[in-house]
């Protein structure tokens, strides 16, 4: 395969130059990016923004994973409106399907429960479909055999 013609020896060399001068102007623009994000975080670190950002980040990661604990063990608690033994977790989109009467003569209801703790008592747009679904009715049976 040839070159065309107006690619000669020194266009080539020409090309080449300034192509590895742009990658090298590409990894120095980075590497002195990164030092200046270093000194940055450094200095906000130094006056007290970041402690707090972190600060708040840890006090939410706290709240968050006591909130996932006090769902699993709600069943547990003497105010749970149902038998425990009752309750299966599922976790998303609801916290517990409850078979009331599984534990004793039979099962005479199924309730959906879902359980909030903390300030946030709103249901997120997914529990809130399926609060309506249910409430509509449209809830069925279907028997899968393999």
């Known amino acids: ?8 020896p020194p266009i080539i060399l020409a090309l080449a130059l300034v192509l590895g001068f742009c ?5 120095g623009g980075l590497k002195l990016g990164l030092r200046q ?8 670190w130094e006056s ?8 708040a980040r840890l006090k939410q990661s706290r709240a968050t994973l006591g909130g996932l604990v006090t769902e699993q063990i709600a069943p547990l608690l003497a ?3 149902f038998d425990p033994g009752d309750c299966r977790f599922i976790g998303k989109p609801v916290d517990f399907i409850v078979f009331r009467g599984m ?14 703790t903390g300030k946030s008592k709103s249901l997120n ?22």
């Open 37 to 44: 994000g270093r000194k940055l975080e450094a200095a906000e």
């Open 23 to 27: 990658i090298l102007c590409l990894i």
């Open 103 to 116: 534990n004793s003569d039979g099962i005479s209801e199924v309730v959906f429960v879902e359980v909030k």
């Open 48 to 55: 007290g923004k970041l402690e707090g950002i972190v600060k």
């Open 1 to 8: 395969m040839e070159l065309p013609e107006f690619l000669t």
């Open 79 to 81: 105010e749970f409106p």
């Open 125 to 146: 747009p997914q529990e809130r479909r399926l609060r309506e679904v249910i409430q509509s009715g449209k809830v069925r049976w279907v028997q899968f055999d393999v």
